[in-house]
Protein backbone atom coordinates (compact mmCIF):
# COMPACT_ATOMS: atom_id res chain seq x y z
CA UNK A 1 0.00 0.00 0.00
CA UNK A 2 3.02 2.29 0.77
CA UNK A 3 5.90 3.11 -2.20
CA UNK A 4 7.91 5.87 -0.69
CA UNK A 5 10.44 7.80 -2.90
CA UNK A 6 12.78 10.60 -1.97
CA UNK A 7 14.50 13.13 -3.73
CA UNK A 8 16.21 16.16 -3.13
CA UNK A 9 19.77 15.21 -2.43
CA UNK A 10 23.07 16.28 -3.78
CA UNK A 11 25.92 17.94 -2.74
CA UNK A 12 26.43 21.39 -0.59
CA UNK A 13 28.95 23.01 0.77
CA UNK A 14 29.33 23.67 4.93
CA UNK A 15 27.09 25.90 6.36
CA UNK A 16 23.97 25.57 3.38
CA UNK A 17 20.79 24.06 3.36
CA UNK A 18 18.84 21.44 1.89
CA UNK A 19 15.33 20.03 1.81
CA UNK A 20 14.76 16.55 1.37
CA UNK A 21 11.30 15.52 -0.17
CA UNK A 22 9.46 11.88 0.14
CA UNK A 23 6.43 11.36 -1.58
CA UNK A 24 4.44 8.56 -1.37
CA UNK A 25 2.36 6.61 -3.71
CA UNK A 26 -0.21 5.41 -1.05
CA UNK A 27 -3.62 6.17 -0.19
CA UNK A 28 -3.70 6.34 3.72
CA UNK A 29 -0.89 9.11 3.48
CA UNK A 30 -2.39 10.74 6.67
CA UNK A 31 -2.43 7.63 9.02
CA UNK A 32 1.14 6.98 8.52
CA UNK A 33 4.19 8.11 11.13
CA UNK A 34 7.04 9.19 8.43
CA UNK A 35 10.93 8.94 9.79
CA UNK A 36 14.08 10.14 8.25
CA UNK A 37 17.15 7.88 8.66
CA UNK A 38 20.47 8.18 7.52
CA UNK A 39 23.87 5.85 6.47
CA UNK A 40 27.15 5.88 5.93
CA UNK A 41 29.44 3.35 4.05
CA UNK A 42 30.07 0.15 6.25
CA UNK A 43 27.87 2.35 9.15
CA UNK A 44 24.65 1.20 10.45
CA UNK A 45 21.59 2.72 9.61
CA UNK A 46 20.99 5.97 11.87
CA UNK A 47 18.12 7.70 13.23
CA UNK A 48 17.62 11.84 12.27
CA UNK A 49 14.18 12.70 13.28
CA UNK A 50 10.07 11.80 12.85
CA UNK A 51 6.69 13.02 12.60
CA UNK A 52 3.35 11.48 14.27
CA UNK A 53 0.79 10.85 12.14
CA UNK A 54 -2.05 12.59 14.21
CA UNK A 55 -0.71 15.14 16.88
CA UNK A 56 2.16 15.68 14.01
CA UNK A 57 4.70 15.66 17.40
CA UNK A 58 8.59 15.64 15.94
CA UNK A 59 11.41 13.91 17.23
CA UNK A 60 15.00 14.48 16.68
CA UNK A 61 18.22 12.53 16.84
CA UNK A 62 20.91 14.28 19.60
CA UNK A 63 22.95 15.69 16.51
CA UNK A 64 20.69 18.03 14.69
CA UNK A 65 20.75 20.70 17.30
CA UNK A 66 17.90 22.23 16.35
CA UNK A 67 19.29 22.14 12.77
CA UNK A 68 16.34 20.07 11.17
CA UNK A 69 13.14 20.55 10.70
CA UNK A 70 10.72 17.53 9.60
CA UNK A 71 7.15 18.30 8.31
CA UNK A 72 4.50 16.90 6.30
CA UNK A 73 1.76 17.71 3.86
CA UNK A 74 -0.91 15.29 3.97
CA UNK A 75 -2.41 16.92 0.46
CA UNK A 76 0.17 15.91 -1.14
CA UNK A 77 1.62 12.73 0.41
CA UNK A 78 4.58 14.19 1.46
CA UNK A 79 6.83 14.86 3.91
CA UNK A 80 10.13 16.94 3.83
CA UNK A 81 13.35 17.50 5.65
CA UNK A 82 14.51 20.57 5.62
CA UNK A 83 18.25 20.76 6.62
CA UNK A 84 20.14 23.83 7.63
CA UNK A 85 24.01 25.00 8.35
CA UNK A 86 25.26 21.41 6.95
CA UNK A 87 28.20 20.17 8.22
CA UNK A 88 30.78 17.51 6.42
CA UNK A 89 29.28 14.46 9.08
CA UNK A 90 25.87 15.06 8.09
CA UNK A 91 27.13 13.30 3.93
CA UNK A 92 25.06 10.07 3.83
CA UNK A 93 22.43 8.51 2.15
CA UNK A 94 19.56 9.78 3.68
CA UNK A 95 16.10 7.14 3.27
CA UNK A 96 12.13 7.79 4.39
CA UNK A 97 10.36 5.89 6.31
CA UNK A 98 7.02 5.10 6.76
CA UNK A 99 5.08 3.16 9.77
CA UNK A 100 0.82 2.76 10.09
CA UNK A 101 -0.23 5.46 12.75
CA UNK A 102 1.89 4.47 16.44
CA UNK A 103 3.21 0.73 15.54
CA UNK A 104 6.61 0.27 16.96
CA UNK A 105 8.64 -0.35 14.01
CA UNK A 106 9.43 1.03 10.37
CA UNK A 107 7.98 -1.12 7.65
CA UNK A 108 8.14 0.63 4.50
CA UNK A 109 11.28 2.16 3.43
CA UNK A 110 11.84 4.54 0.37
CA UNK A 111 15.15 3.58 -1.60
CA UNK A 112 17.32 6.61 -0.80
CA UNK A 113 18.83 9.97 -2.00
CA UNK A 114 22.30 11.37 -1.22
CA UNK A 115 23.66 14.12 0.46
CA UNK A 116 27.04 15.25 0.43
CA UNK A 117 28.72 18.38 2.29
CA UNK A 118 31.96 19.72 1.49
CA UNK A 119 34.44 21.85 3.59
Known amino acids: QVQLVESGGGLVQAGGSLRLSCADS????????MGWFRQTPGKEREFVGS????????KYADFVKGRFTISRDDAKSTVYLQMNDLTPEDTAVYYC????????????WGQGTQVTVSS
Open 51 to 58: ISWSTRST
Open 97 to 108: AARYRSFMNYNY
Open 26 to 33: GRAFSEYS
